[in-house]
Nanobody, 129 residues
């Protein structure tokens, strides 16, 4: 059973930056596509960004495009989410998820929660105004 552990959350002022990490157990993580999602209090979980197994392709929600960057270091079994120019409305619990498939998303959408097999517990990000 794969375990995903997020870290790097915290309190930041509007306009600030944070880098989240998603560390995984098991070498098979290196062959999995990975996504980041977030859930604000009282809201449904929403897609943020995704990356293919080798980092060759990435995909972002329109709301974060140009400000967030997803990357991975397979030697460290870790996926990152660099978040810049953060806004108060982006306060949420951020979670990473792993999809046992690899390669580009030509037959399914990386934005759907149901496409992922493993989830972390999440890390809180709070953006103050």
């Amino acid at each position: 059973q794969m375990q995903l552990v997020e870290s790097g959350g915290g309190l930041v002022q509007a306009g600030g930056s944070l880098r989240l990490s998603c560390a995984a157990s098991g070498r098979t993580f290196r062959s999995y596509n990975v996504g980041w999602f977030r859930q604000a209090l009282g809201n449904e979980r929403e897609f943020v960004a995704a990356i293919t197994w080798n980092g060759g392709s990435t995909y972002y929600s329109d709301s974060v495009k140009g400000r967030f960057t997803i990357s991975r270091d397979n030697a460290k079994n870790t996926v990152y989410l660099q978040m810049n120019s953060l806004k108060p409305e982006e306060t949420a619990v951020y979670s990473c998820a792993a999809d046992r498939r690899s390669g580009i998303w030509d037959r399914y959408s990386p934005t759907k929660e149901s496409e992922y097999d493993y989830w972390g517990q999440g890390t809180q990000v709070t953006v103050s105004s």
